[in-house]
């Protein structure tokens, strides 16, 4: 019950009550409204963030959830990806270039990820970046794993059925790394020993002493055991097929004769002087279909990586060839 206010009136010495004027308990109820829906308000900011729903608990859980997951697929993808990035380099370094096959460009493996934005639909969420990144690293990676799937199909189809090329394929050092004295020359431009003119080396040059054996580096049919090349001296040709053949020049002499049947690690002759040679030296060489191809690629057969490292920095350098 609202409390009754009094005034007192001179004129008729006495008490008399005090009416509110028109609109004023309308003023004082909007006040007190007013009043009310500030404090709810200030009171929403402050204890909001102290005191949270149980549902607010959940949705917080949630959202740390999916932060922890977030991170830990992002570390799987980076794993996932270095070693689908080592399955790569095999397969163009090593598988394709082992059944000359041309190595699969970078820019095919991750084709298909420009132009369009193509995550439009996830944005405008509180943690659209997280999600985004995360898609598209899974979508290239899926698209990479489906090449390099598609890739290696077709070296299983090569390797069929192919012991054949396998075996004849050029595929270990002719001399032994233990009775090399050096490696004296690669493949490339080099410094004539006699004009010490500037002129094309079409094999490799394997430095050992006279008498030192030469060994078959795939098998094959041996097709030439003469002299009567121009430069080579005693020299050696073997045709191993699929387009291989084999030269071993400067021999001293031989333990084949042409005609004959060998396989890979045979003795076939030994290191010498003849023919246009400094010193003594095996000249090595392999053709393809009638080209001349460097050599070095073709020893994996009995180097290890290290070894195959080294030898191609020596064969790189460009100093003076030995015929």
Known sequence: MAKVKYYYDSDTLSYQKIKPKK?????????????????????????????????????????????????????????????????QDRDNNIYRLYFEVNPIPEEQRKAGFGGINRYKSLEGFDNSQMIMDVTKNMDILSKQLYVQSKSLDEIVKLAENKEKLLAAIPAIQPVKKEDLTRMASGYGWRSDPFTK?????????????SGTPIYASGDGVVIRADQSSAGYGKHIRIDHGFGYISLYAHMSKYNVRKGQ???????????????????????????????????????????????FEAMQKEAQKEGQSLD
């Not at 949630?62 to 996932?80: C, T, Y």
């Not at 003119?197 to 002493?209: C, I, L, Q, S, V």
């Not at 396989?263 to 001349?292: C, M, W």
Request: no cysteine.
């Open 197 to 209: 003119a500037r002129k094309r080396h079409w094999g490799m040059d394997f430095t050992a002493p």
């Open 23 to 87: 609109g004023q308990k309308l003023r004082r109820l909007l006040l007190t409204l007013v009043a009310g829906f500030i404090f709810m308000v200030i009171g929403f900011f402050v204890f909001t963030p102290i005191f949270e729903s149980p549902k607010e608990k959940e949705l917080k859980r949630e959202l740390e959830f999916v932060k922890l997951n977030e991170q830990l697929h992002s570390k799987k993808i980076a794993q996932l990806d270095k070693i689908l990035k080592d399955i």
């Open 261 to 307: 049947k060998v396989k890979r690690g045979d003795l076939i002759g030994f290191v010498g002087n003849t023919g246009r040679s400094q010193a003594p030296h095996l000249h090595y060489e392999i053709h393809k279909n009638g080209t001349k191809i460097n050599p070095i690629n073709f020893y994996y057969g009995n180097l290890s990586p290290e070894e």
